[in-house]
């Protein structure tokens, strides 16, 4: 039994004799609270069962009660990054990275050589790669909206430990922002193009949902996350080998769906290199921030309270508008939406008025804010909010940032962060197999309503 909750240890006393006036009330009393702590244990008992099969884990980023995918709580240092192949790669406090090789050093002259080895391979991939177009990116009206919630009970086990509330009233400028996550097709071109390595490639490995994984990458693997015993850390996955080695993402079957195993680092270096910057007030593609996101989101207007970016049913009578777990996680995923890990980036109806699809669902989206779950309540509209300054936290260590909309391994029975004002968090430099990329840019608004960039 938790802490503070019905303990029979806590309340044990010896009851009144049933001569006493108060005997048969005394030890009526005593076996109500013993009926009453038996039906709490059996209740969390159900709850740990219906997360894991065996025992409860902690959800996505929250220390506390309820279970999750876990994936919040992922990280290089989680998975042994600092003893695995490949130390962190430099990179700057504003996501900013160099499009270069970081080698494991044997020798000056070995990573010499290795360094052209890899030029010359990325300058012959870049000339013989087909022109790919990034995802066209449509206009968001700016607006006044109320952004998080002050409803617990939506969302007991993520309310306080994810900081979906208080609410707040906040003001958002108009953006453009990506129709679609960026593809895995569109991530190769920019691979090709430039020669940049993710960092699960240069770390050599990233984490895979344990179903998703290759026979190879099963066989091999040795480490499990020790509270999201589903999360392998799976060496050779990256985002050419989504679900570990023998998998490929450019095949027919992957290369629309979205990009994965790529951290915040990663992100940022793809949407300023998919969107150069321009004159006349055209800004180089970034991550949106998550007021810009959830701005994004809730669709037209943006001041409509709803859940989900369409309304308030998960499942209207249209049929399934997102790409998340049915079924009993982790064990058995029915795939009633059509799909049991990622889905094209196309796939599904828009979510929305401002026809983006999958918003929510299919694979979580960085956002450029700083984590943090203390927001400041003000009786004053906040204008274009973004999150804290980088946390003064211990020496080197890394921080986390905030993402959005949930993915394919969500569902609502432990995971429910597909919802508009939900919310998570990773390192910026962890990359797994259900976190992708949407992009944004600052510009001015389009001539016509139908304009896309």
């Known amino acids: 039994l938790r802490p503070g909750r019905y303990s029979l240890a806590a309340r044990r006393s010896t009851p009144a004799v049933l001569s006493s006036p108060f005997g048969a ?9 013993a009926l009453v702590a038996l039906a709490a244990a059996a209740e969390e008992a159900a709850a740990a069962s219906s997360c894991s099969g065996e025992a409860s884990v902690g959800g996505d980023g929250a220390g506390g009660e309820g279970c999750g995918c876990g994936s919040g709580a992922l990280s290089r240092e989680a ?4 003893g695995r192949e490949g130390a962190r ?52 009206p700016g607006g ?31 953006l453009w922002v990506g129709k679609t996550e960026v593809s895995n097709r569109e991530w190769a071109a920019f691979a090709a193009a430039t020669g940049y390595e993710s960092e699960s490639e240069r770390f050599g490995w990233s984490f895979v949902f344990e179903p998703q994984m290759t026979a190879q ?29 023998g998998s490929d993402a450019l095949t027919d079957e992957l290369r629309h769906h979205p ?9 940022v270096a793809y949407c300023a290199w998919a969107y150069p910057a321009g004159g006349g007030g055209v800004g180089a593609g970034r991550l949106p921030t998550e007021a810009e996101w959830e701005l994004a989101a809730r669709g037209a207007p943006a001041d409509a309270e709803r859940s989900y970016p369409w309304g308030d049913e998960l499942e ?19 795939a009633e939406d059509g799909w049991t890990f990622t889905s094209p980036v196309d796939s599904f109806e828009s979510q929305n008025e401002h026809g983006l699809h999958h918003v929510i669902g299919n694979v979580w989206e960085w956002t450029r804010d700083y984590w943090t779950t203390r927001h400041r309540r003000s009786k004053k509209v906040l204008k274009d909010p973004r999150g804290p300054g980088r ?26 962060r597909y919802r508009v004002t939900a919310r998570s968090q990773n390192t910026e430099d962890t990359g797994t197999s259900n976190l992708g990329i949407r992009c944004a840019r600052s510009a001015p608004p389009p001539a016509n309503e139908k304009e896309e960039l």
């Not at 009330?25 to 609270?33: K, V």
């Not at 998975?79 to 600092?82: L, N």
């Not at 070995?110 to 790919?132: K, L, N, S």
């Not at 998080?148 to 306080?160: A, C, I, K, M, Q």
């Open 25 to 33: 009330m005394a030890l009526l009393r005593c076996l109500l609270l």
């Open 79 to 82: 998975g042994g990054g600092s």
């Open 89 to 140: 790669p430099g990179g700057s406090a504003d996501g900013s990275n160099a499009a270069a090789s970081s080698h494991s050093s044997e020798g000056a002259a070995d990573a010499a050589e290795a360094d052209a080895d890899a030029t010359a391979a990325a300058e012959a991939e870049a000339d013989a790669a087909p022109t790919v177009e990034p995802a066209r990116l449509v206009w968001i």
């Open 144 to 174: 006044v909206f109320t952004m998080g919630h002050d409803n617990r009970s939506l969302s007991p086990s993520t309310f306080d430990p994810d900081g979906e509330g208080p609410s707040r009233r906040v003001s958002v400028s108009g």
């Open 217 to 245: 990458a099963a066989a091999e693997a040795t480490q499990k996350v020790e509270v999201a015993p589903w999360w392998i850390a799976v060496n050779g996955a990256t985002w050419r080998q989504p679900h570990g080695p």
């Open 259 to 267: 990009v994965v195993h790529v951290s915040w680092n990663d992100a």
């Open 316 to 334: 209207p009578a249209a049929g399934h508008r997102a790409n998340i777990w049915q079924g009993h996680f982790p064990t058995k995923n029915s």
């Open 391 to 416: 946390p003064a936290g211990a020496q080197g260590a890394v921080p986390d940032r905030v993402k959005k909309g949930g993915s394919f391994l969500c569902h609502a029975s432990y995971c429910f």
